[in-house]
């Protein structure tokens, strides 16, 4: 607990100090010259036990009652003061983001449709995530940016689960075929997921979902090497999802690229229907890594003490008044 106000609390003491050595001079000065009549063979009077045990219980009430005073006064300056409790809170948070990033190049069109499931389920066992969704092959496009609009991804993911399954075309899909550099530029498409992040002076969990089975036909302005070493600078985990039937040496590769940035990378089996749900737990136990938020210091006003202290003292003061008259 500390005080935000604390000089305007010593400022009341000090006032307060003030006015009651003034008040202790001058009464100290009245005592010198004092009012009244002169009465003579007081002696005999004080020695009384009556008068005694008067003077004693006076001697109290006025004790209380200037205790009672202090106790106000204090309670006055801490109220003043506005004492409050500094919590720092760096508990973890849920700021996740997660990016979809799919190779529908020709060499996945039998592929694309099973890992979109993968990418449903996955969907719908986040809760609060922002997620996006992008696919490349010559070119990168962008189904979807990052959202937390749940039934806006079910929806997109549907719709691009349907086109896979008919080989139907769709202008996002389109798109990713310009261009004259070649095709499955697997390096291209993860610095474009990259690029789909935002909020990066945020304390955030990133992570791309990168499937393909990095079989590059064409010369892209980035290697996969350079794209990692792009998504480990910014501390944006890659996860990699390839077939089963992808080359050893390239999915070697690949897992190579993905694990120095923290993640892993996972098979997937068509032909196994357990493997979308393995996918998805697995990137679900990614994205639980620990992220704590900057230190928070967050203040909540407590002016119950001084408020007690002010009662208490009053309190006093009205039960010394009342004795001193009893």
């Known amino acids: 607990m500390g005080l935000k106000y604390w000089y305007l609390g010593l400022a009341v003491t000090l006032a307060m100090v003030t006015v009651a ?29 009556r008068y005694r045990h008067l003077v004693r219980m006076q001697l109290r ?3 209380v009652e200037a205790i009672s005073l202090g106790l106000a006064c204090l309670g006055v300056a801490i109220v003043v003061s506005r004492p409050a409790w500094v919590n720092i809170d760096s508990r973890e948070m849920r700021n996740r983001d997660v990016m979809l990033c799919l190779d529908v190049s ?8 099973a890992v979109i499931s993968s990418y449903q389920d996955l969907v719908g066992r986040l809760h609060g ?7 490349f092959d010559s070119a990168a496009a962008t189904v979807f940016p990052l959202t937390d609009d749940y039934a806006f991804i079910s929806d997109q993911l549907t719709e691009t689960l349907k086109a ?4 139907q075309t769709t202008p996002v899909l389109e798109a990713t075929r310009v261009g004259d550099r070649g095709a499955s530029l697997i390096g291209d498409g993860l610095a474009s997921c990259l690029q789909g992040f935002d909020r990066m002076g945020e304390a955030r969990s990133r992570t791309v979902v990168l499937t393909t089975d990095n079989d590059l036909s064409g010369t892209p302005l980035f290697t996969l090497s350079e794209a990692a070493d792009r998504a480990e600078r910014e501390h944006i985990l890659v996860y990699g999802v390839t077939p089963s039937w992808a080359d050893q040496a390239k999915r070697a590769d690949f897992k190579a690229e993905a694990t120095r940035t923290g993640g892993q990378v996972l098979t997937l089996n068509t032909a196994d229907p357990g493997t979308n749900l393995e996918i998805s737990h697995g990137i679900e136990r990614s ?11 967050r203040s909540f006003d407590q002016p119950w003490p001084g408020a007690l202290l002010m009662l208490l003292g009053l309190a006093g003061m009205m039960l010394a008044a009342w ?4």
């Not at 060499?107 to 694309?112: A, E, K, L, R, V």
């Open 21 to 49: 050595v003034i008040r202790h001079v001058r009464a100290g000065r009245a005592n010198l010259s004092p009012a009244g009549f002169p009465v003579a063979h007081t002696d005999r009077v004080k020695v009384l036990p």
């Open 61 to 63: 009430w006025l004790l």
């Open 106 to 113: 020709g060499s996945m069109s039998q592929t694309d449709a």
């Open 129 to 135: 995530e922002r997620i996006g969704f992008t696919v």
């Open 164 to 167: 896979m399954r008919t080989n």
């Open 287 to 297: 994205q639980r890594q620990a992220l704590l938020t900057m230190p928070i210091a």
């Open 323 to 326: 004795g001193t008259r009893s």
